[in-house]
């Protein structure tokens, strides 16, 4: 029960995040496609990271705040990352066409 209530309350936080801060969305396609490039990196790097800091852990309860410290952002970054690229993509596909050959009346 505790991880669908995780992972759906981080992406309310993503979403939340998406909407009250517009000035950081990435601008560009390619900007987005880059964010969801690096945060799943981040994010695949995470049990590496943990393996490494856990043996200088002294405590159980240390070792669960440490990794529920990375995974809470690492996992919210990956859902923003995602949701700053369906923004993207649906802001291109709704948008007018920009572009192409002028029409002109003349025949």
């Known amino acids: 029960m505790f991880g669908p209530t995780m992972f759906l309350g981080l992406a309310a936080v993503a979403i939340w995040f998406h909407v009250r801060y517009p000035r950081i969305r ?17 994010f695949s790097l ?38 700053w690229l369906i923004a993207r993509i649906i802001e291109l596909l709704g948008g ?4 192409g050959h002028p029409i002109t009346n003349e025949h």
């Open 46 to 83: 995470l049990p590496a990271t943990l393996s490494l800091l856990e043996p200088l852990l002294y405590s159980p309860s240390v070792r669960v705040f440490l990794a529920l410290a990375l995974l809470i952002p690492g996992l919210t970054y990956v859902l923003l990352s995602w949701v």
């Open 96 to 99: 007018t066409p920009r572009g």
């Open 26 to 42: 990435p601008q560009s396609l390619v900007w987005a496609v880059l964010h969801v490039a690096v945060s799943f990196i981040g």
